[in-house]
């Protein structure tokens, strides 16, 4: 993504990467087969669609609940980081400096700043200019959205983020919003996944198809290899 930081994206082929299975072991083996190496467990949160940003310092407590937030932010090159959507926006970002993160971003989420939120505790890791990539997530023709909860993400993000349905009814252009998002925190965007969760069989929806597996983005820094 930028340069030795790596992002990687599971979909249904994978299985359910929900670490809460096994111990966190399909998540770990999914991270294993993408990164080539075998550097333990992945750290992931418990999402609650806020805008709480974890710094990573250690490997991940064996046992332990995972904390509350939305985002993971480490500059420790042997740290893996993930986070589970199906259907949310998931963002790796990550730095010349070895500083990188995993963001899980639904649209309370992004209205809450976790994106300004990591960046700036990115910087604050000594990280300067901050690349970031887009994964899987629901596009507009598929995400209907109320007109009262729209009107507050336009306020706040702009009508960029109105869109319209294949039906033609009001949505929320999540891409958009990330794109917003991005530009607002000073962040470079780079290739990701360029798909639509809800449209696609390939990646799991809770939305269009009440799914209730989760894919995974696993972030991680080539410098410990």
């Not at 199906?86 to 700043?113: K, N, P, T």
């Not at 598929?142 to 009107?151: N, P, T, V």
């Not at 009001?170 to 919003?177: I, R, Y």
Request: negative net charge; glycine residues 12%.
């Amino acid at each position: 993504m930028v340069g030795g930081i790596r992002a990687a994206w599971s979909d249904v082929a994978d299985g359910d990467l929900r670490p809460q299975l096994d111990s966190g072991v399909r998540l770990a083996g999914f991270a294993d087969s993408v990164i080539v190496a075998n550097g333990g467990r992945p750290h992931w949160l418990d999402q609650v669609h806020g805008a709480a940003v974890r710094i990573v310092t250690g490997p991940p407590d064996t046992g332990v609940a995972p904390v509350p937030g939305d985002a993971l932010v480490t500059a420790d090159p042997s740290a893996r980081l993930a986070v589970m959507t199906a259907d949310c926006a998931s963002i790796a970002l990550g730095s010349e400096e070895g500083v990188f993160a995993a963001v899980h971003a639904g649209w309370r989420g992004l209205l809450a700043g976790v994106v300004e939120e990591t960046a700036q505790t990115m910087r604050s890791l000594g990280a300067s200019t901050i690349s970031g990539a887009l994964g899987p997530a629901i596009h507009p023709e598929c995400y209907e959205f109320a007109a009262g909860e729209l009107d507050v993400a336009a306020s706040r993000l702009g009508d960029r983020v109105r869109g319209e349905t294949s039906q033609g009814r009001p949505s929320f252009d999540l891409p958009a919003a990330v794109a917003v998002v991005l530009d607002r925190a000073g962040v470079r965007p780079v290739a990701g996944v360029d798909a639509c969760t809800a449209c696609s069989g390939r990646y799991f929806s809770h939305r269009a198809r009440a799914d209730t597996g989760r894919q995974a983005l696993v972030v991680w820094s080539e410098g410990d290899r």
